[in-house]
Structures are given as C-alpha cells and as structure tokens.
C-alpha cells in the first residue's frame, strides 16, 4: 500500500506565503515524478506544478515566478512554496506522484488540502 500525505494548507491574506509538503509512505521502490494539482469551486483540477526525479521542473503560467516545488528524494516528499499569494489561488491543492512498488508503476493522489487566500 503506498499514500500520501499532505500538509502546510490553510488560510493566508493576498500577498502571504503557505508551504505545502507532501509525503510518499509505503511499500516503495521509487518515486518517479511529483506534481501538485488545484481545484478550485467550479472549476476543473489543473495541473500547478511538476518536478522529475532528476530536479527539472514546470509550472503553469499564471504561478511562474510565485511558486517553487522542490523535492527531498531521501524522505518522498514534495514541497510547493507558495509566496505572493492571490484569492484566485485559493482551492484544494492535491499532490500526485508516479511510484514504482514491487509489482508495477502507477499514480497516487494525496486527499488534498485547502488553501484560502483573503483579499
């Protein structure tokens, strides 16, 4: 069984700063890419964030130059600093990352956590 487990969410006013970390536990060979995700009300999840194992990363235009996803390969844990926050970053933000088990590869999914930014 593989999970992850996220934290760092919260309540924050525009312009503040939130770290989200997400963490990998399990029967684990390896953790392949990691990725954060957001829903906001109403609207579909996006993709935010991604990091390879190598280190290489993207981001979607409009958190360039805000937001940082660093990763920590010897604790399975990915990291979303997020600074310069606005209310349209507030959503359930979700981690996600491709882990090889014994058997095979598939995606996990963290259960989420909110992130509500105030003007």
């Known amino acids: 069984q593989v999970q992850l487990a996220e934290s760092g969410g919260g309540l924050v006013q525009t312009g503040g700063s939130l770290r989200l970390s997400c963490t990998a536990s399990?029967?684990?060979?390896?953790?392949?890419?990691m990725a954060w995700f957001r829903q906001a009300p109403g609207k579909q999840r996006e993709l935010v964030a991604i990091?390879?194992?190598?280190?290489?990363?993207n981001y979607t235009d409009s958190v360039k130059g805000r937001f940082t996803i660093s990763r920590d390969n010897a604790k399975n844990t990915v990291f979303l600093q997020m600074n310069s926050l606005k209310p349209d970053d507030t959503a359930v933000y979700y981690c996600f990352s491709s882990i090889t088990g014994t058997l095979w590869t598939q995606g996990y999914w963290g259960q989420g956590t909110l992130v509500t930014v105030s003007s």
């Open positions: 990091i390879t194992t190598g280190g290489s990363t």
């Open positions: 399990g029967t684990i060979l390896r953790v392949n890419n």
